[in-house]
Every structure is written in C-alpha cells, then in structure tokens.
C-alpha cells in the first residue's frame, strides 16, 4: 500500500512539473511574439494594392513600347511616301481667256495648286486676273508678252529676252513677288528655235531661272480639241509615271472644263498628290 502512495505522488509531481514548464514556454512565446509584432494583424488589402501597382506598371510599360512601336511605323511610313510618292503639276498656258475664273474654281473646289504661264501683254490678261491666280495661291510662271510671233520671239537671243523681261516686269509688278520659272512658247526644243535652243536654255539658266516642258500634254492647243480627247490625252501616262507635268492650254476651249474635271479625278483616283511647280522642283525638259 506504502508503495502505491509513493508511485502516485511521483507522477502527481511529474503532472505538475509539465504543467509548468508549459505555461512557461506559452508565455515566453507570448512575450516574444509581441516584441517581434508577431501577432500584429496585417492589412487585408496589402497585398492586392501591390499586384494591382504590378498590374498597372506592366500596362502602362506595354502601352509606352506600342505607342514607340506605332511612332516608328509612321516614321517609316512617312519616309516612304516623301521619297515614292507620285505627284502630278498641272499647268496651264496661254491664257488668261473666258475659262479662267472657272479654270481657277475648279481648282478651288478641289483644293489644287496649279502653275500659269499667262500670255502678260495687258490686251490679253488683266492685272485683275494675274492678281486672283497669285492670291489663290497658285505659282505663276513668264511665258511671254507678244502675239506668239514666233519668228520674232526666237530670232535671236536678244530678241527672245526683250519680251521674257516684259512679261517678268509685268508679273513682279502686279503680284511682288519675282517669278523664278518660266516655259518656253511652245516648248524648250520647238521649229522655231532649233537653232540656237542651247544659247536661249543657257541663258535663263545663268541668269538663275528654271525652265519646265512636260512630260504630259492634253493636245488642246488648237482650241477646238474635244472633251474625249483632251482626257484621253491628258491621261496618258509616261513610261516613269512618278512625276507627271501635265500641259493644258486656257485658251477659251469650251470643253477645257469638263476635261479637267475628269482629269484631275483620274489622277487622284490613281493615288497622285497634286502641287505647283517652283524654282526647287527638279525640272522636266526636252533637252
């Protein structure tokens, strides 16, 4: 019986001793957790802030590298269509005549820039209509000043620059502005001055100005060229088709109009830019 009492107070200490050391390891635990704010609640929302900052940077990453993607697509794009883009000048001779005002409301309406060469002498061309074509902001070019006595005109070089200078005063004067370019009546190359072509082209060119022939023509000179030829003629591409300078004539043709209409639609709709002829533009000529 002695022993019994011996054995269950043993395990009676044993019991408590453990219950003991429990309490105390649960309160250094306690302690210790509370130092290290172990048991300090997290916020819920923490962890979502971050993803969703994560989330927007690789967006807004994403979006910046599309953007510079697009911006070097136009670039090229855009190099593409300066250097082999196709661009057609109209330009118009002899006038001014009847058709002019509608010539140039045509041109309005379209939002096209075109270049004249006006016969200046005043019998012909009013400083009214000189003035209108400048302000309309298309180029004006020298042609001449004369009746188209060619034989005069190109009798010599001389001859030739006495009415270029007429025709150059008479520009400058209504407008202010120095013209730059000109053609030659009836062409650099033509039956009337085949003999001294060279000597005419290498004096203006001295003299700082710019020559244009074309490489297009209506074939409307006579004045009684019709609708359907005009267009069929004004339309007739070259072999380089790039660069188009497509001579018409305003000479009073009453189906000039209607011609250019159709014409100014084909090229469009063949994908052509439209613009004036200036000093910089790289000539076209026969020579």
């Not at 989330?55 to 190099?79: C, F, L, P």
């Not at 003999?195 to 700082?208: C, F, H, I, Q, S």
Request: hydrophobic share 35%; glycine share 6%.
């Amino acid at each position: 019986m002695k022993e019994r009492s011996v054995a269950f107070y043993k395990r009676l200490i044993i019991f408590a001793a453990l219950s003991i050391i429990i309490v105390i390891v649960g309160l250094l635990t306690f302690l210790v957790g509370g130092k290290l704010n172990l048991w300090e609640k997290k916020p819920v929302a923490e962890r979502p802030e971050t993803t969703v900052a994560a989330t927007d940077e690789k967006k807004v990453t994403g979006s910046a590298i599309k953007e510079e993607r697009v911006t070097v697509a136009a670039a090229i794009s855009d190099n593409l269509s300066e250097t082999e883009r196709k661009v057609v000048y109209l330009t118009f001779d002899d006038g001014s005549s009847g058709n002019t005002s509608q010539i140039l409301e045509i041109l309005k309406e379209n939002r096209i820039k075109a270049t004249f060469f006006f016969n200046t002498s005043e019998k012909q061309t009013a400083d009214s209509i000189i003035k209108e074509t400048y302000d309309d902001g298309h180029a004006i070019g020298i042609l001449t000043s004369s009746d188209y006595n060619y034989d005069t005109i190109y009798s010599s070089v001389d001859s030739y620059l006495e009415d270029f200078s007429k025709s150059y005063d008479r520009i400058y004067q209504i407008t202010g502005q120095r013209p730059s370019i000109l053609r030659f009546p009836g062409g650099s190359i033509n039956a009337y001055d085949k003999d001294n072509y060279k000597a005419l082209t290498e004096e203006v060119t001295k003299r700082g100005f710019v020559y244009f022939d074309w490489n297009v023509c209506a074939d409307d000179g006579s004045g009684k060229a019709s609708t359907e030829a005009m267009i069929k003629n004004g339309t007739k591409l070259p072999g380089r088709a790039d660069k188009c300078i497509v001579l018409m004539h305003d000479n009073g043709n009453s189906n000039t109009c209607e011609a250019l209409k159709e014409i100014i639609r084909f090229y469009r709709d063949s994908g052509y830019v439209f613009e004036k002829l200036t000093a910089d533009v790289k000539p076209i000529t026969f020579s």
